[in-house]
């Protein structure tokens, strides 16, 4: 057996990482997000009864087997997922939380890395002046690796690597650093969060200007908070409440059960759990809600926060908003959100780092410094594709796969391994050992019937979406290398076409019909409203690209509309699967020789 | 949305509130206690 080598230093220091694993950007961008495209007010409903019986009940199953495995000296999910079982096969499907964690923390870090830069840009004023198209092309810039803002070249890539270097020297200072990042960057983000709560509250009708005259943020709160019931029958909604609750709460990742093997035997584990849980539901039910909406709102109209709610308002847009707070106030708002961000995404990047490290110290016995920065060697390697073709959607199968798929399989299995082969008799044991609350005896039932249940749903639902991804049927240029490309679906039917409007050798404007949710104040319901909308294609000279469509031309998607030698993101797509895939089968390999390591010592029986 | 934001703040602080004030657990003081250790399966 190995020796235990670190520990948390106090119990608030493990709740707040713990809380600062699941509070990620997540919790200030998609929820909103969310909460806005699924009924408003109403998706609260489905989304708190999703985190009564699937948050919470998985939030127990992590944290006792975490706590469970940590007994027999494993701190990774390979390990702990064996001792549960007598058989041996549940080791490789403990490779999700090895394999998850390194996956996301390639891109995560990406975006952690724009949180840096963004500060920096907010302090010396890049954003002073610039219309909201111009602080949306800075992003677009910023993200074309080949173009520098700051004169340094290859900026985001430079920024990147110095994020992941940040982690990993705080990885190899093991639980201590970790511990002492949440815990300072939990109250710093609450503390930021609770500054721009209050702004998006009291903002009004204040910001409204000559361009957006209605613009209100109460229209966003209103929004927000009034519910639209008959989103309730929607299983879309309670789909996307499932996904958003399992999103937030980091479960079915591995690094809930790594951080947990670390916690004493007799320690507590529920009242940690549902505390640690409780504190992100916070972050995001509260602070989340009363940020980018009520203040997008503010300035922009309740009508573009519905049509345009995205994860990019974050980077695209506040900086603009921002903007019109003026001077000092605008740097001060630019350095508290994305600080938040920053202190959100570092506080679960370095939870994705642990179960490598803990796997790796357990069964090679390697050392801190060694397994931290083996890591950071590991997610730079799987993470430089992302950088250079994000805009190639490489960044998106990373996301997709790793950040959304490999997350559901992996707790509907530890789901079953908990409830049915370990036992729930046994499980429920290792829940109310040592708890400082009493868990209701429901609870029992909930773990054993309607979460796997829940779970399973979710999964089976989303196995359509596995293939289309798989297909690329999001695309009508599907092959890696042609010599013809044609248009895109201007909807999600395919069915509708456009028509040309400007046309160049390199550049065409199409027009089209489209429809767009307006929010209708008087009866408090979405309003579906046609309008004409606009696409553009740009095309590269330099690579004998042509278009070969002239003004007024009827465009339907699948039509020939440029000619010369293109490679389509198909090609980059399956070039991330096949990252992935090769991910996934090197800890594969790694797990096999530490059992054979493990039958070589003896160690077989732990 | 406004009572969910009111009952989530509530169970935060409450349950924060309890794990600052909950006692550490005692260390186990025999060997029958440590033997209590469940067997791997």
Same mark, same amino acid.
């Not at chain 1, 009924?39 to 998985?58: D, E, K, N």
């Given at each position: 057996?190995? %020796? ?45 009864? @999703? *985190? ?5 009940? +998985? ?35 403990? /490779? ?12 995560? @870090? ?52 110095? @994020? ?8 190899? !200072? ?20 609770? %500054? ?52 937030? +709460? ?7 059960? @790594? ?75 630019? /350095? ?57 959607? +490489? &960044? ?25 082969? *370990?036992?729930? !008799? ?77 046309? #160049? ?13 307006? &929010? ?25 690209? !042509? ?52 039958? #070589? ?6 | ?41």
């Amino acid at each position: 057996m190995s %020796v235990k080598v670190d520990s948390w230093g106090s119990r608030v220091g493990l709740i707040l990482a713990m809380a600062g694993n699941a509070v990620g950007l997540g919790n200030f961008l998609r929820f909103p997000v969310q909460a806005v495209q699924n009924g408003g007010g109403a998706f609260i409903i489905p989304y708190l009864i @999703c *985190f009564l019986v699937m948050g919470i009940p +998985l939030l127990f199953i992590e944290w006792s087997t975490g706590r469970y495995g940590g007994k027999f000296g494993n701190h990774s999910t390979p390990y702990i997922l064996d001792t549960m079982s007598k058989g041996r096969i549940w080791k490789y499907v403990g /490779v999700f939380g090895i394999f998850t964690n390194i996956a996301v923390a390639a891109y995560y @870090c990406y975006i952690e890395s724009w949180t840096i830069s963004y500060v920096y840009h907010s302090i010396v004023g890049t954003f002073n002046g610039l219309s909201q198209g111009a602080v949306a092309d800075f992003f677009n810039n910023y993200i074309d690796i080949g173009t520098s803002t700051t004169g340094i070249p290859y900026e985001a890539v430079i920024f990147y690597i110095a @994020c992941i270097i940040l982690n990993t020297y705080i990885l190899s !200072k093991g639980l201590g650093g970790i511990e002492k990042v949440a815990k300072i960057g939990m109250p710093l983000l609450i503390l930021f969060g609770v %500054v721009l709560a209050v702004k998006g509250l009291t903002l009004g009708t204040s910001g409204a200007s000559d361009l957006f005259p209605n613009a209100n943020a109460w229209d966003g709160l209103n929004f927000l908070w009034t519910p639209q019931f008959d989103s309730l029958t929607n299983p879309k909604v309670w789909l996307a409440a499932a996904g958003q609750i399992f999103f937030t +709460l980091s479960v079915g990742m591995g690094t809930i059960h @790594c951080y947990a093997a670390y916690v004493k035997p007799k320690d507590d584990i529920a009242l940690n759990a549902v505390s640690a849980g409780f504190m992100n539901e916070f972050v995001e039910v509260v602070l989340g809600s009363l940020i980018v909406i009520p203040i997008a709102a503010g300035y922009l109209g309740l009508d573009w926060v519905i049509q345009n709610a995205g994860f990019g308002m974050a980077f695209q847009t506040m900086p603009y908003l921002f903007q019109q707070w003026g001077g000092v106030l605008a740097v001060f708002a630019g /350095v508290l959100w994305f600080g938040l961000l920053f202190f959100a995404g570092i506080t679960s990047s370095l939870a994705m780092g642990t179960p490598w490290m803990g796997f790796m110290q357990d069964e090679f016995s390697w050392s801190k410094n060694k397994s931290a920065w083996s890591f950071g060697a590991l997610i730079l390697a799987m993470g430089l594709p992302t950088v250079i073709f994000y805009k190639q959607g +490489l &960044f998106d199968q990373y996301d997709y796969w790793a950040g959304t798929v490999s997350l559901v399989v992996f707790a509907f299995l530890e789901t079953i391994l908990f409830s049915y082969i *370990f036992g729930i !008799k046994k499980g429920w044991i290792e829940i109310t050992s040592g708890a400082d609350i009493k868990v209701p005896g429901f609870y029992k039932y909930i773990i054993l019937i309607i979460t796997p249940a829940l779970l399973g749903w979710v999964l089976v639902s989303s196995i359509p979406d596995w293939i289309d991804k798989v297909k690329d049927t999001d695309t009508n240029n599907k092959e890696w290398f042609a010599e013809n490309y044609y248009a895109e679906n201007f909807e999600a039917s395919g069915a509708k076409a456009g028509t040309v409007d400007e046309v #160049k050798d390199d550049y065409i404007l199409l027009s089209f019909e489209n429809q767009k949710k307006v &929010f209708d104040k008087a009866s408090g319901k979405v309003d579906i409203v046609p309008f004409i909308d606009h696409k553009i294609y740009k095309f590269d000279l330099s690579k004998n690209q !042509k278009t070969i469509v002239n003004i007024g031309d009827t465009v339907a998607p699948k039509d020939k509309i440029a000619t010369g030698d293109f490679t389509n993101d198909t090609f980059y797509k399956f070039l991330g699967r096949m990252l992935l895939l090769s991910l996934f089968l090197f800890i594969s390999i790694i797990v096999a020789i530490a059992y054979r390591k493990r039958t #070589k010592e003896e160690r077989i029986k732990l | 949305m406004v009572l969910a934001q009111g009952i989530v703040s509530l169970f935060t602080f409450y349950f924060f509130y309890k794990v600052l004030t909950i006692k550490p657990h005692q260390e186990p003081d025999s060997y029958s206690e440590n033997d209590k250790e469940s067997d791997r399966q």
